[in-house]
C-alpha cells in the first residue's frame, strides 16, 4: 500500500497560523525559499518531527489543504492535554516563523474511486476527510459528509464546508446527541464507499455498523490504536532473515521486529511504534505475519507480503523480510 521509498525529510517554515476551533491551530507551512513541495493526495499526512520532545517525538498530522496549492503544506492540531507532548509542541513553540522538520507525505488513507461517497468525521478527523470532500465534489461524484464534535465551536472548518450546503450535515453533540449512524449505514447502499476518520469510539461503532456492507466498503483513518487489533496471542520468540543485509536475527518475545533490526545497526524509517502509521512497513518474502497493527486492511493482511514490523510478529518460527 505504500510505495516503499523512505519519504523525504526537509526543513519547513510555519508561514501562517490560525485558530481553526476551540483548541485547533492551523499551521501554513512552507519552504524557507518558496519553492514547490512534493505532491499528495487527499487522506496524505506528514510526519512532524519534534526535537526535544520525549526522546525527540514524531507525530503524523494529516494534509488538509489544497493538493493543488504546490507551495504550501497545511496541518491542523488538537491540543490534547492528556498526550505525551505532541500537541503542546505544536501550539506552544510553532509559532509563525518557526522552523519545522517533517517527513513525508505518505498516504495510507486514499480516496479510492466510487461512484458515491459517504464521509464521517469526529472531532479533527476532519483534517483528512476535507480535501476528499472537495476531491469529490470537484469530481463531480455524489457525496455527503456526516461531521460531528463537542460543540460547534470546537468544529473546524466549517467555513471551507459551507458552500456545499444539505451534502454536509454538521452535528454538535451537545445539540443532536450522538451521529445517527443508524440513519447512514443502517442499510448498505451499492456502489457506495465510507471514509471515516475520528476519535476510536466513533471508528468501532463505524466498523460495526458496516459489518454488513460489502468487503472493502469502509477506510477508516486511527489516531491511535484499535484495542482489539491483530492478534491477541502471547508473544513468542522467532527468527526474522532480512534478505538484502544478509542477516538472521532472533526476535525475542519481549522485543519487536523493529528493536531487533534497530540493534543489529540497520537503519530503517519508523515513527509511531504502534502500528498506525505505515512508515515501518516492510515487504514479507517468506513466512506468515502475525499482524497486530491497526491499518492494514483484511485483504492486505490475508495476502501476508507485506507487515508492520514496530508491532506485527510471526505465526511461525522464521521469516525472510526485504531489508
Given at each position: 500500500m505504500n510505495d516503499k521509498l523512505p519519504p523525504a525529510q526537509t526543513t519547513l517554515t510555519v508561514a501562517a497560523r490560525t485558530l481553526a476551533a476551540d483548541d485547533v491551530v492551523s499551521l501554513t507551512l512552507r519552504r524557507p525559499d518558496g519553492g514547490a513541495l512534493p505532491t499528495w493526495t487527499p487522506g496524505a499526512h506528514i510526519d512532524v518531527l519534534m526535537e526535544g520532545v520525549d526522546g525527540d517525538l514524531v507525530r503524523q498530522y494529516s494534509l488538509c489543504g489544497d493538493p493543488a496549492e504546490r507551495e504550501a503544506?497545511?496541518?491542523?492540531?488538537?491540543?490534547?492535554?492528556?498526550?505525551?507532548?505532541?500537541?503542546?509542541?505544536?501550539?506552544?513553540?510553532?509559532?509563525e516563523g518557526a522552523t519545522v522538520r517533517v517527513r513525508g507525505p505518505r498516504n495510507n488513507f486514499p480516496l479510492r474511486p466510487a461512484a458515491r461517497h459517504l464521509f464521517i468525521a469526529g472531532g479533527v478527523g476532519i483534517t483528512p476527510i476535507l480535501p476528499m470532500v472537495e476531491a469529490a465534489e470537484a469530481a463531480g461524484v455524489d457525496w455527503r459528509l456526516l461531521y460531528g464534535g463537542r460543540t460547534r465551536t470546537s468544529m473546524a472548518f466549517l467555513d471551507r464546508l459551507a458552500p456545499h450546503g444539505d451534502r454536509v450535515l454538521v452535528r454538535p453533540q451537545d445539540e443532536y446527541g450522538l451521529l445517527d449512524?443508524?440513519?447512514?449505514?443502517?442499510?448498505?447502499?451499492?456502489?457506495?464507499?465510507?471514509?471515516?476518520?475520528?476519535?476510536?469510539?466513533?471508528?468501532?461503532?463505524v466498523q460495526e455498523r458496516c459489518a454488513n456492507w460489502p468487503q472493502g466498503t469502509l477506510g477508516v483513518?486511527?489516531?491511535?490504536?484499535?484495542?482489539?487489533?491483530?492478534?491477541?496471542?502471547?508473544?513468542?520468540?522467532?527468527?526474522?532473515?532480512?534478505?538484502?543485509?544478509?542477516?538472521?536475527?532472533?526476535?525475542?518475545?519481549?522485543?519487536?521486529?523493529?528493536?531487533?533490526?534497530?540493534?543489529?545497526?540497520?537503519?530503517?524509517?519508523?515513527?509511531?511504534?504502534?502500528?498506525t502509521c505505515g512508515t515501518c512497513e516492510t515487504d514479507v518474502l517468506d513466512g506468515r505475519p502475525d499482524h497486530r497493527d491497526s491499518l492494514l486492511t483484511e485483504d492486505e493482511r490475508a495476502a501476508g507480503d507485506t507487515m508492520l514490523i514496530c508491532v506485527s510478529r510471526s505465526c511461525g518460527p522464521r521469516l525472510v523480510l526485504d531489508l
Open positions: 503544506w497545511q496541518i491542523a492540531v488538537l491540543r490534547e492535554p492528556q498526550g505525551r507532548g505532541g500537541s503542546a509542541y505544536v501550539h506552544d513553540r510553532l509559532c449512524l443508524a440513519a447512514h449505514l443502517g442499510v448498505p447502499e451499492e456502489d457506495t464507499l465510507v471514509h471515516a476518520c475520528g476519535p476510536e469510539p466513533l471508528l468501532r461503532a483513518e486511527r489516531f491511535a490504536p484499535a484495542r482489539t487489533s491483530g492478534s491477541t496471542a502471547p508473544a513468542e520468540a522467532f527468527e526474522v532473515e532480512l534478505a538484502r543485509s544478509g542477516l538472521t536475527l532472533t526476535v525475542h518475545a519481549d522485543r519487536s521486529v523493529l528493536e531487533t533490526v534497530e540493534k543489529a545497526g540497520i537503519e530503517i524509517d519508523f515513527s509511531c511504534r504502534e502500528g
